[in-house]
């Protein structure tokens, strides 16, 4: 049975209808890759500008001015993370969720609306950097980002504008999942609210393993959501929170660049920084856990079942582990703040390392239960969607580990705010570990949403895996060796006195920008220009409907079992 026909059996979903999932999902594809492109670009510009005025740079002087540079740094990560990784993400659970739960998606007009806010936002971060080098870093550090003295007051309105735009097309995506997991149609028809909170936090699992101990009967042997949903589930808590508290932020300096506009500037001393810092870094934060540590735990799981056709290994154990990441995410985002004199000690000891220390546990049982469930299905053919998956799991291995080291008071004096934390474990934990295991998705879920259509070749996607992987693992690491040397990140050099490891940053920065270019001529050849520009025109049907008469049973997947 192919994986169209598995989305349509048992289901009211008409090829209509599932044309127009099919378009909601391959929309903010395609934008996603287009951002990544700019993102990679831009990445590519500041590498060389670091390896300074040496014969074979091909950049232009305009380039090594910090105004440039620091506008490119600013939007360079609301580019990656929300332009790109947000909306690989939210297209694939706008699909995978009506496809785990055989239910139709809340409001297709709505996931719509919510990749046109995220395009639309992301456009307007970085023309503010672009057009007014508004450059007060992405992590908007009070009160530089309300700094009209530094920075366009115009520049500002518009890059914190297209941040609110982001965060509101974030709560669309939000809203949509849960109403599609709480609408009671199909498996989920006779499921109270209760059972199904219940199953989307991972407790039944908590409690299956409690009374497994206690020699009781299991809690329930039929879980309310599959695995994978309930990872979705609980990372869009996080997501849900980290949202509120960038906009919250965002709302702040709005304000403030408002009235400084109107010639009635408010004092910024009236908010503390120390507090701010904590109260965004909390937020901040979420993005890491929500999005990078559990909805990847959770994509693990379902290509893992998917690839092997068997169950997960230590299902309850999976979701108890999801659970404890719930508390574990809220409570760790002092690591960020290891080197502030003002933060208190024990905040810097508790939540800074005892607590983040959790996380390697966390992390590391999902890497092992996914091992190890591909482990007991072999032999297994090494299809593309295998092989990024490995990739993705190599790249968590180097990435976790290396925050964990940077997550120690003693080692934090050595690596805070060098380019160690944003080679060796941001780009390598993002670009390898995330990316890749996106990737993996993107060739498991590419039938389902392109009606069967084969790949242009086999060969360019395994150049795409080599480049990807060699590439992004090479750059992290001379990042990595530049920062133990003393390199500064957030810092402007142009006379190359951290060369070799920036040269060879570059180099390998140019593999991952050859990787995408030719990622990109293969879904174009396989698609076409004219199927490429289809994406976009409307559906047939924008309406989903939950008047469901026979109840609905999910397919033979092994991603479906309870």
Known sequence: MSYVDKLLNGTNFDHTSLNALQKVTLRPVVMAFLFYGLVAIEGMIMRMVEVGHVPLNPLPEMFFHPEHFFSIMTVHPIVGIFGSTYQLVFAAFTFLVPYLTKKPLYSVKLANWTWLLITLGTALAWIAAFVWQYAPLYTLYWPLPADTHQFSVVGGIVFIIGVALIMLGTLGFIYNIYATIFARVGIHKNKTTKELLISGFGIDGFLNLMNKLRGKQPYTKEPALALPVVAIFRGTVDTFLDALVILGAGILILVYLVFDASGHALDVSAIDALLYKNFFWWGLDLVADGLVLIYVAGSWYLLATLITGQKLFMENVARAALMLELLVSWMVWSHHLLGDQGQPEMMKLISGEMVTAFELLTQGLALFITLVTLWKARPLKMTMELK??????????????????????????????????????????????????????????????????????????????????????????????????????????????????????????????????????????????????????????????YGLEEELEPADDPAFAN
């Open 388 to 545: 990024y998956l490995l990739g993705g799991l190599v790249g968590f291995g180097l990435a976790v580990p290396a925050a964990i080291i940077q997550a120690d008071m003693g080692m934090n004096r050595v690596l805070h705010n060098t380019q160690w934390i944003i080679g060796a474990h941001v780009h390598i934990a993002l670009i390898v570990g995330l990316y890749m295991t996106l990737y993996s998705a993107l060739y498991v879920l590419w039938p389902l949403v392109t009606n069967n259509t084969k790949l242009y070749s086999h060969k360019l996607s395994n150049a795409h895996f080599w480049l990807h992987l060699i590439g992004g693992i090479g750059m992290g690491a001379f990042m990595g060796m530049a920062g133990l040397d003393g390199m500064l990140r957030r810092h402007l050099y142009v006379d190359g006195q951290f060369n070799p490891d920036m040269m060879f940053a570059a180099i390998f920065g140019t593999m991952l920008l050859l990787a995408w270019a030719l990622f990109l001529y293969n879904i174009i050849m396989s698609v076409g220009v004219k199927g490429l520009l289809g994406i976009f025109m409307p559906a047939q049907d924008q309406t989903a409907s």
